[in-house]
């Protein structure tokens, strides 16, 4: 069956630091791989969406930068945080054809002080 | 901005009842439909999905109905338990853009 990975669970950083969440899925290949972040009481927000390796697709523009080194990775990084990056981040997958449900992690929920 | 919306933030049922779940979309494009479960700390986890060319859908103890005349969507959890308890997203797929939508979603409470 498949998995999906997120880590780490919870991460409290720095205004300014750098940040880079890793999100693995095990037991699918060629998925459709995205990372959406949440705010308290709404709904969820894509941030990155990717069909491949190296293929990143970019929804709203932001602090943030998605990289997809390997068929089953997905990262979600940046170089200097800002206070406004702080929430619940949730990376999900998808089968690659049309109409599939896509499969959340359990989050990294960020902390900017 | 997300077309998919809720009629109501809470519901309160007591345990053994059945619940149900609203969702209104305006999207005449969306061709896909999905529910998650959200508790507290948690990913959403997949509940059911349905396709724009069926009205109802079944699994275990869940229902989901869709009302393309009306663009209405609903789940209904029968014999509620207090392991129901958490917050139900709705999701809708563009078609012509092929990605999701989410509603902000109805936090649920089961009462023994």
């Known amino acids: 069956s498949q998995t999906i990975h997120q880590w780490p669970a919870t991460l409290v950083q720095p205004v300014g630091s750098p940040l880079s969440l890793e999100c693995t899925v095990e037991?699918?290949?060629?998925?459709?791989l995205y990372w959406y972040r949440q705010a308290a009481g709404r709904g969820l927000q894509l941030l990155f969406y990717?069909?491949?390796?190296?293929?990143i697709s970019s929804e709203v523009p932001q602090n943030l930068s998605a990289s997809r080194p390997q068929d089953r990775q997905f990262i979600l990084s940046s170089k200097k945080l800002l206070l406004s990056d702080s929430g619940f981040y949730l990376c999900?997958?998808?089968?690659?054809?049309?109409?599939?449900?896509?499969?959340f992690g359990d989050g990294t929920r960020l902390s900017i002080l | 901005g997300e077309s998919v919306g809720l009629h109501l933030p809470t519901l309160s049922v007591q345990e053994g009842d059945n619940s149900i779940i609203n969702c209104a979309y305006s999207?005449?494009?969306?061709?896909?439909f999905i529910w998650y479960k959200q508790e507290s700390g948690k990913g959403p986890q997949f509940i059911i999905d349905?396709?724009?060319?069926?009205d109802k859908r079944q699994g275990q103890r869940v229902t989901v109905l869709l009302n393309k005349t009306v663009k209405h969507l609903s789940l209904q959890i029968a014999a509620t338990q207090p392991g129901d308890s958490a917050v139900y997203f709705c999701?809708?797929?563009?078609?012509?853009?092929?990605?999701?939508?989410f509603g902000r979603g109805t936090q649920l409470t089961v009462w023994p």
């Open positions: 349905i396709r724009s060319n069926m």
């Open positions: 037991g699918t290949s060629n998925p459709n």
């Open positions: 999701a809708e797929r563009d078609s012509t853009l092929g990605r999701l939508y």
């Open positions: 990717s069909v491949g390796i190296g293929q």
């Open positions: 999207n005449s494009a969306s061709d896909y």
């Open positions: 999900a997958w998808s089968a690659f054809s049309p109409n599939q449900p896509q499969h």
